[in-house]
């Protein structure tokens, strides 16, 4: 663990080193919780294990103590200071994991910091774990903008009952891929009635951003790295 300044305060990095790294992944949290939400947790655990070193960042609001999350813009500039610093690390040769493709990503709130600057940080792909595609109960307020304009490869991984927007609501559109969740809310939990454990449930996710990575960076061809090459 790790801390960053940014212009809007002290952000905090988490990393899961993968032994021989093909790929990081750099995810943020959502707005009503942090680094250690379950999904986030889970990818942290198990995708080292499988050649995907897993950075989480805590924004500088949730570092400082704070219960209710900054503004858009002020979120974005501390993800971008986040990942310059990735970048620079990767460059100078600092960071003993770098020199490979990375995918940024994050939940809900974390998801849209993500899509909005996937490209000016120069990301390979973006992950999109219970994007909040309108807010509980207003599909006219759609967020499919930010999805769409994210620029880059999308994998949205969405539970099947999330209240800011099933699956099925999200349209075609090759500019993005949409994975469900069966059974899940907007926090990718499971009722104990349902036919799936959380922990399979879980692991789909694991499962579902796994192949898709592979895909993605198309091993062992080599990638382009972080903010060069684009």
Do not use: I, N
């Not at 305060?9 to 949290?29: F, K």
């Not at 992950?127 to 949205?156: I, K, M, N």
């Amino acid at each position: 663990m790790r801390t960053v300044e940014t212009p809007v305060g002290t952000a905090r990095m988490t990393t899961a080193p993968a032994t021989r790294p093909w790929a990081t992944l750099v995810l943020g949290h959502g707005a009503g919780g942090g680094v250690e939400a379950a999904d986030l947790a889970a990818l942290a655990r198990h995708l080292p294990a499988r050649g995907v070193t897993v950075v989480r960042v805590e924004s500088p609001w949730r570092v400082a103590g704070r219960k209710v999350a900054t503004p858009p813009p002020t979120l974005d500039g501390a993800w971008r200071a986040v990942l310059r610093d990735l970048r620079d690390a990767d460059a100078d040769g600092s960071d003993p994991h770098g020199g490979v493709p990375v995918v940024v990503g994050g939940r809900s709130a974390g998801a849209r910091v993500a899509c909005r600057t996937a490209l000016e940080v120069g990301a390979l792909g973006c992950l999109a774990l219970a994007f909040p595609l309108h807010p509980p109960g207003r599909p006219d307020r759609s967020r499919l903008a930010e999805l769409t304009g994210a620029g880059v490869p999308t994998l949205v991984v969405q539970g099947e009952r999330d209240v800011f927007g099933g699956p099925e609501q999200f349209p075609r559109d090759e500019r993005y891929v949409v994975r469900r969740v069966p059974w899940a809310d907007h926090s990718l939990r499971v009722p104990a009635a349902a036919p799936l454990t959380q922990q399979e449930a879980l692991m789909l996710v694991v499962e579902e951003v796994s192949r898709w990575l592979k895909q993605l960076v198309g091993r062992p061809r080599q990638r382009d790295t972080l903010g060069r090459g684009r």
